[in-house]
């Protein structure tokens, strides 16, 4: 039956330590002896972000918080409010913030439970292509309040205070960012010279949508975030990069940025003051190397999207060689929350050095996959196994790779790693912008490395040797063992070259793009090593290491004769087939073909 | 003069009555999920069974909206029944089929289809 209340208990670590263990037991027991078991669904939050006032317990319907809640407490708490549904006053909080909005509607569920959002608060809730929806919910207070009555100066301590760092992979602290791009103005240029902003909503990596699930269900966030960057570096003109692939989110971004000049909030002298600030849209064409700031910037200007080298950094010579402060699409869409709820809140949330939330596109052998958003700090297994609902069939979990083509993949050891940028990186792999596909026992490492190599060599834009020729050389190799002609060399050579590149590389794209390969060689050499020793492929998913043959089975029907395209089956009619294993492409025409199951592949 | 502050508090509450003029305190609201994922999975024609019935088909005191991705991709498209004083109704994987089931069952009747919501 359909339950009529749904009470959450916070399970964030501030409230653990605050007992919410023996509310969850008071409440059940006390639920157990009212017989309302049936009526009521309990469930556990991730952290609610409200530390101060825990332990936190929500009931829905109604969205009511109860603060400082202990276990005495739940028998009037219930008796009041689910008995006789008069919400308790006495424990009762009021709390308006603009986090976790989506909790009224999905709170009650494990899938979203666990998940804070930030970023993503409105994603889901409202409708995108109506301002009037943003508004309603405090949208544009943030810059309101900025305008109100804070100095661009104070702004960016905000955001330092905030401790957000770069949610575009690299963990750049946000609030030094704009710090600098602020300064480069009023030191080396001189007064009055123009400053950019601009959003990197170019996304490129295989597998991943977090920007465009951002900007699809919720534009109005990213763009008020980047007013707020406009007013505090000083700059009138911001631009919002985005690939042409994206059709809808270009359209609502579009009308979002329309409606928003129609009410004063973009354009000249925004809500009655004297600053002004536009935005207009780039399309880029699709090139994975575009993402990476100095060749988005020349893409911008009209030039091919290459990288240069840096310094000088965006922040001094960006943009039209002026200072120019750029920004991904998640790091803009969390500078609201960041105003409105305050920059010391948001440091409550997440670890020491990875403050606030990330959005991760789950992906791969997963039972649910999705769009997820939960605090720094949370574990890779409370990703996969309590949000992701574990790995489907009852399969084995393999490994995690997050970061994309930057990143790196993760064996079953590495489950209990927190999420931050500094923990990954010491696991051997990235935050990278969140993509994050689980994988499990039925793929190949080595191919999966291939895969993901094949996309950074073919994405290389060429400017530079070692990311041009070296991830060239390095998918030769990988070829080669995939095929079965694997030297016991190669991965030596593979490691010392993914090395080089690392290091010589102009841009981040080749400085990462031998990561893959690296992180699987650390993790799984021994499948690299079955791969080159023994010609095999544990996975039997590398197709020219199979081996055909045909077993005492075969009656001699000749199907599997005809069907060979390269004449490779001999044998006469009634009489055991044998098939010549130098002339065979392991095409599998002949297994596919054989209808009495006698021939095998290993 | 009015501070960006006030300004703002203005246009919220402009944005509010426009709202609530559109219908937002009809007994039930409708959100149908319109991110690219969704429509790629068939919300467009969710959507479009909910916009007859409420143009066409008699269904009254209904608010129908779109909606972005809330990050459910295995089980779209979705979409969410939300009524005063009641837990939200999540449904997934809706077809057009399921549309005018999800119509005449739930919103008539008020009878929540359960072995179609998401947990």
């Known amino acids: 039956m359909a339950k009529e209340f749904s009470i959450t208990i916070c399970d964030g670590t501030g409230c653990i330590q605050k007992e919410s263990p ?15 078991t049936e009526n009521v669904r309990v469930t556990l939050s991730g952290c609610l972000g409200m530390c101060e006032k825990g332990p936190i317990v929500v009931i829905n319907p109604g969205y009511t918080v109860y603060g400082s ?52 608060r409105n994603c889901g809730i409202i409708d995108p292509e109506n301002i009037d929806d943003y508004l309603s919910l405090r949208g544009y207070e943030a810059l309101a309040k900025v305008l109100t009555e804070m100095t661009p100066k104070q702004v960016i301590e905000e955001i330092k205070l905030s401790g957000l760092r770069g949610r575009g992979g690299a963990g750049f602290p946000t609030g030094l960012k704009w710090q600098l791009t602020a300064r480069a103005g009023s030191v080396q240029r001189p007064e009055g010279d123009e400053k950019y902003v601009i959003c990197n909503a170019d996304e490129g990596d295989p597998g991943a949508f977090m920007d465009r699930s951002a900007i699809e269900g919720d534009p109005h966030t990213v763009i008020e975030g980047m007013i707020i960057g406009g007013y505090a570096i000083g700059a009138k003109q911001g631009f919002v990069y985005i690939r042409a692939e994206y059709p809808l989110a270009v359209s609502r971004l579009e ?8 009410r004063n909030l973009l354009g000249d002298n925004i809500l009655g003051t004297d600053f002004c600030f536009d935005i207009s849209i780039r399309l880029g064409a699709g090139a994975f190397v575009c993402g990476e700031e100095t060749a988005l910037i020349r893409s911008i200007e009209g030039g091919r999207g290459m990288p240069r080298p840096r310094p000088p950094y965006p922040s001094v010579e960006g943009l039209f060689g002026k200072p120019t402060l750029i920004n991904n699409v998640e790091t803009w869409a969390n500078i609201p929350v960041v105003i409105v709820d305050g920059g010391k809140w948001f440091a409550t949330i997440g670890t020491e050095k990875s403050k606030g939330t990330k959005v991760f596109a789950l992906a791969g052998n997963v039972v649910n996959t999705g769009l997820i958003e939960v605090p720094m700090g949370t574990t890779l297994r409370e990703i996969i196994y309590d949000i992701g609902g574990g790995i489907p069939d009852g399969k084995e979990f393999k490994a995690v790779q997050t970061g994309g083509p930057s990143g790196g993949c993760l064996p079953a050891e590495y489950l209990d790693t927190p999420i931050d940028y500094e923990s990954l990186a010491k696991a051997g792999s990235i935050m990278g912008s969140g993509g994050m596909i689980v994988i499990n026992q039925d793929a190949c490492m080595v191919d999966i490395a291939k895969f993901f190599l094949e996309f950074t060599q073919n994405e290389s834009c060429g400017k530079c040797t070692p990311c041009r020729e070296g991830t060239k050389r390095m998918l030769e190799i990988l070829t080669k063992i995939t095929d079965g002609q694997g030297q016991p060399d190669d991965i030596d050579k593979l490691e010392r070259l993914g090395g080089m590149i690392r290091k010589a590389s102009l841009c981040g794209l080749g400085q990462s793009a031998p990561n ?21 492929c544990r996975a039997g998913v590398c197709k020219k290491m199979l081996t055909y043959d045909i077993t005492e089975k075969c009656v001699g029907c000749m199907a599997c004769k005809k069907v060979c395209p390269v004449a490779a089956i001999t044998g006469t009619a009634k009489n055991r087939h044998v098939i010549d294993q130098k002339k065979c492409i392991k095409c599998g025409a002949c297994f596919d073909k054989c209808k009495f199951n006698a021939i095998t592949k290993a | 003069m009015l501070k960006p502050i006030d300004i703002i508090k203005k246009k919220r509450a402009e944005a509010v009555s426009r709202i609530v003029g559109k219908g937002y305190l009809s007994s039930k609201r409708v959100y149908v999920g319109m991110a690219t994922c969704e429509i790629a999975a068939g919300s467009k024609e969710v959507m479009e069974v909910f916009k007859h019935a409420v143009t066409r ?4 005191d209904v608010y129908l909206s779109q909606k972005g991705c809330a990050g459910r991709c295995n089980l779209e498209p979705t979409v969410e029944v939300i009524e005063a004083g009641k837990n939200p109704v999540r449904y997934g994987k809706v077809t057009p089929e399921k549309a005018q089931q999800i119509i005449e069952r ?3 009747k008020g009878e929540v289809i359960e072995e179609w919501t998401i947990d």
Do not use: C, W
Not at chain 1, 255 to 262: L, V, Y
């Open chain 2, 106 to 108: 739930h919103l008539k």
């Open chain 2, 57 to 60: 088909g008699g269904l009254t």
């Open chain 1, 22 to 36: 023996n509310i969850r037991h008071a409440l059940t027991r006390e639920l157990a002896k009212q017989g309302l």
């Open chain 1, 516 to 536: 893959p390969v690296l992180s699987t060689i650390k993790n799984f050499r021994q499948e690299y090593e079955e791969h080159v020793k023994d010609k095999k």
């Open chain 1, 69 to 120: 809640v202990t276990a005495t407490d739940i028998p009037e708490i219930v008796e009041q409010h689910i008995v006789k549904g008069r919400p308790l006053a006495r424990l009762a909080i009021q709390e308006d913030h603009l986090y976790n909005r989506f909790f009224r509607v999905f709170g009650d569920t494990k899938f979203f439970g666990k998940q804070m959002r930030i970023a993503l």
């Open chain 1, 255 to 262: 009308k979002a940025i329309a409606d928003a000049r129609e």
